[in-house]
């Protein structure tokens, strides 16, 4: 376990949460081997992510109906790079919806958001506030995992935009929190975590304005577990919110 690690797990310590014993990196999977195809003349090229056609979600009424549109649709390299669509986990009643930013590998494997390492660091962040798994919805602003892991490009979070939008739309949540920079950035044009963490945001989806709470990524806390202070005001921040709903 790295120092940063390490250090993050004692701040959840020292905010009272139980910590559990970290388990051991898993052996990397294997590759896939893709055989590749005949080079195409350039007019045939698939197009890239800005040139797909917007996904039509107007007759989406329905949780299920838009995680079936989103499991239909072509996203180009994002689709042909991804085993599958990653929808969202949690409890889509809740009060509170978390928007993260694009699915790893463990993601990718489950098709479910913030399952990895660092999404179990995200549970306990969230824990340490007292909230348990039934008090928030889990979802990102992408919904594949990136090619070569890469971070997500403005031309891939438009193409998945008619998602987020319709999902949050669909589930009207009091409080949306945003983690990581993409995903405030998506939401509310702001630029720079650093200095729009924890400043209270309005999102308008439509006709319908949400408050929104950019945090820290916890990939970010890892890096920087200096910032764990700072991510705590935060979190105090929106449980005092969530309180006074």
Not at 196 to 220: C, E, M
Request: proline share 8%; aromatic share 6%.
């Amino acid at each position: 376990m790295d120092a940063a690690l390490r250090s993050l797990l004692d701040w959840y310590a020292e905010m009272g949460v139980d910590v559990p014993k970290v388990p051991d990196a898993r052996a990397a999977r294997k590759k896939r081997t893709v055989t590749p195809a005949a080079t195409a003349p350039a007019a045939d090229k698939a197009p890239e992510p800005s040139q797909k056609p917007a996904a039509d979600l107007s007759k989406v009424k329905t949780l299920d109906a838009l995680q079936a549109a989103m499991n239909n649709f072509d996203a180009g390299a994002l689709t042909d790079g991804a085993r599958q669509a990653v929808f969202a986990r949690g409890n889509p009643d809740a009060k509170l919806m978390v928007i993260g930013e694009a699915p790893g590998r463990e993601e990718d494997i489950q098709g479910k958001p913030f399952v990895g390492p660092t999404g179990q660091l995200l549970d306990r962040m969230l824990g340490a506030i007292g909230l348990g798994e039934e008090d928030y919805y889990v979802t990102n602003v992408i919904n594949w995992r990136m090619p070569q892991n890469r971070n997500p490009k403005p031309d891939d979070i438009e193409l998945c935009r008619p998602f987020i939008e319709k999902h949050i739309a669909l589930v009207q949540p009091k409080i949306l929190l945003l983690v990581g920079g993409i995903s405030m950035t998506a939401l509310t044009d702001l630029t720079g975590i650093m200095k729009n963490h924890g400043q209270w945001q309005d999102v308008k989806i439509t006709d319908q304005s949400y408050r929104a709470l950019p945090l820290y990524h916890p990939a970010f806390l890892l890096r920087r577990p200096e910032l764990k202070k700072e991510a705590w005001r935060d979190l105090l921040s929106l449980r005092e919110a969530l309180l006074s709903l």
